[in-house]
Each structure stands twice: as C-alpha cells, then as structure tokens.
C-alpha cells in the first residue's frame, strides 16, 4: 500500500525538466499515439535495457490504442494523487515521444524511489545520459536520497 510517505505533504513535484538533448513532462493520455509508437518501435531494446530483464514489459504482442490510453491515465492518476510520477521523454524542438520515466515507491529495502527509464532504439545512445540527468534532477529536486536505479 502506498502512503503519503512516498513524498512529503508539501512538496511540490517537478513537472518539467529540459536538457539540450531531452525535455521530460508528466505522462498523460495526451501522448497516447506518440508513447504507444515509441515502445512498439523498440520492444527489443526496452527488454535490454536495465530496469526491464523479466521481458513483461513491452509485452511481446503489444497493446491495441485503447489499452495504451488507460495505462497513460492511469499514471497521470498516480501523479495527481502523488503516488508515483512517470514523465514522458521528448526530443528537443519538435518533441516527438522518445522514451519514459518512472518514479515510483520503492520495492527494494533501503531505497527512497525506485527510478526505470527507457528510450526509443532509435535514440539507445541517451540511454546512458538520461540515467545520469535522472540521477542528477532527483538529488537537486526531489525530497529522495537512496535510489534503486534497477542495475544501473
């Protein structure tokens, strides 16, 4: 079960980050075409990536539009209620969906957040960078000091 632990009552979280090679805003159902393409585009690579090894997550089969949007509103939902904070990865400029963060409580023991990141194989090479921006963002901004990073 979730508390309000997970971040203090009168915090305010983050709601945009921009480097100059991505721009994170909250995932909503707004981005639902542009999220669905960029997972299905890069299922291979996602289950590569640290953070996604049991291969559940794409699902091999993919998900019709539909399926998307309720998970898309179901994280929105988490962000409102302050129960977890998934970001959508843009590019800079024409802002096209590249990948996605998630925030959420941790299940490991010792660790404040757990923090799963994934972007398009088009884009692998900000894999790396993303990580270490996330790593950098949480300390400077968030109320989070000991990260599970997934095997990063």
Known sequence: MVT???????FDPPVLLVTDR??????GPQHNEADLAAWASSMEHIRSTPGYPDGSWPPPEGYPLER????LTRHAADFEARQGFTFTVLSPGEG???GCVY???PEKEGCDVTVQSWVRASHAGLDGPLADALVDWIAEDWPWERLDRCGR
């Open 22 to 27: 991505f721009r994170l805003e909250p995932l």
């Open 96 to 98: 096209d969906v590249i």
């Open 103 to 105: 925030l959420y409580p």
């Open 68 to 71: 998307n949007l309720r998970d």
């Open 4 to 10: 309000q632990a997970f971040i203090p009552a009168d």
